[in-house]
Nanobody, 113 residues
Framework: QVQLVESGGGLVQPGGSLRLSCVVSGVAIERETMAWYRRAPGRQRELVATYVPDGTPNTEDSVKGRFTMSRDNDKNTVYLQMNALKPEDTAVYYC???????WGRGTQVTVSS
């Protein structure tokens, strides 16, 4: 059974940083495309970043230059480094493994002064 567990969310002031982690069990991520999504209040879930095997991470325009996705295949973990956070980044952030199509339960990020 594939499981994904996100962590690292919390309350941060505008301009601050957070690092999200997603630990995967039940499958080795080395050959899997991984992704981060988010769902803001009242909005649909949207793609934030993807990372294909043996490739480079890609971030969506809304977070480009501020967010960076990385992966550690030995730890079966992916990360989302979020810098220069804005109130509009407030959302539940989800990790997804694209092949099996499994989702984590999400971690709340709130950007507020």
């Amino acid at each position: 059974q594939v499981q994904l567990v996100e962590s690292g969310g919390g309350l941060v002031q505008p301009g601050g940083s957070l690092r999200l982690s997603c630990v995967v069990s039940g499958v080795a991520i080395e050959r899997e495309t991984m992704a981060w999504y988010r769902r803001a209040p009242g909005r649909q879930r949207e793609l934030v970043a993807t990372y294909v095997p043996d490739g480079t991470p890609n971030t969506e325009d809304s977070v480009k230059g501020r967010f960076t996705m990385s992966r550690d295949n030995d730890k079966n973990t992916v990360y989302l480094q979020m810098n220069a956070l804005k109130p509009e980044d407030t959302a539940v952030y989800y990790c997804r493994i694209m092949g099996p199509g499994s989702w984590g339960r999400g971690t709340q990020v709130t950007v507020s002064s």
